[in-house]
């Protein structure tokens, strides 16, 4: 297996490219996400990835595509990887029911040569293989047979073996012409972690930075995005304003009468949940920390505000200190985190003995009708995925989720909707606004999970 380095500048979260066959690393060269160092390995003669290279990063976001799927599978430890993404592919390399069938792959490792590499490659990309055609490596024919040989052999080998693995979202092309797309369904409605399978109008090829860009924000982006809204958001986001509102009737429900002497709130946003949280608890002090500068709430004695990413500034809090706060909330905040297992983490270190987390956040089928339109919208995982975090650290837990639909008039009326909540996020439509409001549909639902968790006498 061979490594490269696309982007490297020693951040702490890393984009990890399992290639597709007869790519290598420079077919990825335009995968670089501010705050993300990129590292794509290819060519599977062998499954020997160092993970010593992954030590030191504290989020890994794995995007695997084609074969790099079970080359993923058979190479990585899957408890380090914050998301993993599939691409067209399955952990079943050559397999009739679950892959590529046995036929026609070892019909292509017999007649591979130039002429019907290049014409593999035209069926892999369909009418994209013009814009892509002079990105693929040029890699030795007799190479690229012994790389097919070799996954075949190890697949062979290893196929009854139980994978360890826990992939998050599946993409998969209904015009695939590699890995049919039949199979792959197959696959992917048995596999063990159940991940979310999201179907694509595409051939085999997709441009995975249009996807890594869509599932790992630009945190920027959004909160520029969220800040141009900030002036329409209370008149539109009655959503919003629920979720606030239930969140803080189990808060209340769960935690009971409590004063607070220090309390800190990630994404305040409006302060809708703010202005709630501070007129039950009256906390004396709060920390309030968003992605653009907001107004003073006046809602505490002492507010503190500080505009930054909120992953970092906890991490950073909880290395200077612990146990400072008697609760961290989040209302609608935390579906935007890369690795939302390690603020939780640092928020049981920053909570004093019997302080409480309370958040909420979506669930997979969130915004479900949009899915058309933009189906790379934001990773949501799932409650059971949640569960486990939270009970990992806290002691009393409470876990309730609803779906909440609104009803528009009219697209355009849905569309105003999304700009003027900034829910969006960052992803990408490619329709122009006359086609887009034909396909807007006129209702949209939102499914929230909240979350409560009371912190034990010690922190773990």
Same mark, same amino acid.
């Given at each position: 297996m061979?490594l490269e380095?696309?982007?490297?500048?020693n951040h702490?979260?890393?984009?990890? !490219?399992f290639?597709?066959?007869?790519?290598?690393?420079s077919?990825y060269?335009?995968i670089? &996400?501010s705050?993300?160092?990129t590292?794509v390995a290819?060519d599977?003669?062998?499954?020997?990835f160092p993970e010593?290279i992954?030590d030191g990063?504290?989020t890994?976001?794995?995007?695997?595509?084609?074969l790099g799927?079970y080359?993923a599978?058979?190479s990585?430890?899957f408890?380090?990887i914050?998301?993993?993404?599939?691409?067209?592919?399955? @952990?079943h390399?050559?397999?009739d029911?679950?892959g590529?069938p =046995?036929?026609?792959y070892?019909?292509?490792v017999?007649s591979?040569?130039?002429r019907n590499?290049i014409k593999?490659?035209?069926?892999?990309?369909?009418?994209?293989?013009?814009?892509?055609?002079?990105k693929?490596?040029n890699?030795?024919?007799?190479?690229?047979? =012994?790389?097919l040989q070799?996954?075949?052999?190890?697949?062979s080998?290893?196929?009854?073996e139980?994978?360890q693995?826990k992939?998050h979202r599946?993409? !998969?092309?209904?015009?695939d012409r590699i890995?049919p #797309? @039949?199979?792959q369904l197959?696959?992917w409605?048995?596999?063990?972690s159940?991940?979310?399978?999201?179907r694509?109008d595409?051939p085999h090829?997709?441009? !995975?930075f249009?996807?890594?860009k869509?599932?790992?924000p630009?945190?920027?982006?959004?909160?520029a995005?969220f800040e141009?809204s900030?002036?329409?958001?209370?008149?539109e986001?009655?959503a919003q304003?629920?979720?606030?509102?239930e &969140?803080m009737?189990?808060?209340?429900?769960f935690?009971?009468?409590?004063?607070l002497?220090?309390?800190?709130?990630i994404?305040?946003g409006?302060g809708f949940?703010?202005?709630?949280?501070?007129?039950y608890f009256?906390?004396?002090?709060?920390?309030i920390?968003?992605?653009? #500068?907001?107004?003073?709430? =006046?809602?505490?004695?002492i @507010?503190n505000y500080?505009?930054?990413?909120a992953?970092?500034?906890?991490?950073?809090?909880?290395k200077?200190?612990s146990g400072i706060?008697?609760a961290i909330?989040?209302?609608?905040?935390?579906q935007?985190?890369?690795n939302?297992?390690?603020?939780?983490?640092?928020?049981?270190?920053?909570?004093? #003995?019997?302080?409480?987390?309370?958040l909420? $956040?979506?669930l997979?089928g969130?915004?479900?009708?949009?899915?058309?339109?933009?189906?790379?919208?934001?990773?949501?995982?799932?409650?059971?995925?949640l569960?486990?975090?939270i009970k990992?650290?806290?002691?009393?837990?409470?876990?309730n989720n @609803?779906?909440?639909?609104l009803?528009?008039n009219s697209?355009?009326?849905l569309?105003?909707?999304?700009s003027?909540t900034g829910v969006?996020g960052?992803?990408?439509?490619?329709f122009?606004?006359k086609?887009? &409001?034909?396909?807007? #549909?006129?209702?949209?639902?939102?499914?929230?999970?909240?979350?409560i968790?009371?912190?034990?006498?010690? $922190?773990?």
């Open positions: 061979k380095f696309i982007n490297r500048e702490g979260r890393l984009i990890l !490219i290639a597709g066959w007869s790519t290598d690393a077919f060269s335009r670089r &996400l705050g993300w160092d590292l290819w599977y003669s062998d499954f020997n010593k992954l990063y504290h890994i976001a794995l995007f695997a595509w084609s799927v080359a599978s058979r990585l430890h408890e380090k914050a998301l993993a993404i599939a691409i067209n592919g399955t @952990e390399p050559v397999e029911n679950y590529i =046995k036929a026609i070892q019909g292509t017999s591979l040569n130039e590499l593999f490659r035209k069926r892999m990309a369909d009418l994209q293989y013009a814009e892509i055609a002079d693929f490596s890699s030795d024919i007799e190479d690229l047979r =012994k790389e070799s996954i075949a052999r190890d697949y080998a290893n196929r009854n139980e994978k693995t992939w599946v993409f !998969i092309s209904s015009n890995f #797309p @039949e199979a197959r696959a409605e048995n596999h063990s159940k991940p979310v399978i999201v694509l595409t090829y997709i441009d !995975i249009t996807v890594v869509s599932l790992l630009n945190k920027e982006k959004v909160g995005r141009k900030h002036l329409t958001y209370n008149s986001a009655s304003s629920h979720i606030a509102h &969140l009737r189990a808060s209340a429900d935690v009971g009468e409590k004063k002497a220090h309390a800190a709130e994404g305040a409006t949940f703010t202005k709630l949280f501070c007129q009256a906390p004396e002090e709060m920390d920390i968003d992605l653009y #500068p907001l107004p003073r709430f =006046k809602c505490s004695s @507010e500080y505009v930054a990413d992953e970092e500034w906890m991490e950073d809090k909880a200077e200190q706060y008697d909330v989040a209302s609608s905040a935390m935007w985190f890369s939302p297992e390690r603020f939780i983490r640092n928020a049981a270190k920053l909570l004093k #003995p019997d302080g409480f987390i309370a909420s $956040t979506f997979p969130n915004l479900a009708e949009l899915e058309h339109i933009n189906p790379y919208s934001l990773p949501y995982r799932k409650q059971e995925d569960e486990r975090m990992k650290r806290f002691h009393s837990t409470f876990f @609803e779906k909440i639909k009803n528009f697209g355009r009326e569309l105003r909707h999304i003027h969006g960052t992803g990408t439509t490619y122009s606004l086609e887009l &409001l034909l396909r807007l #549909p006129q209702t949209l639902t939102y499914h929230p999970l909240y979350i968790g009371v912190q034990p006498e010690q $922190t773990v």
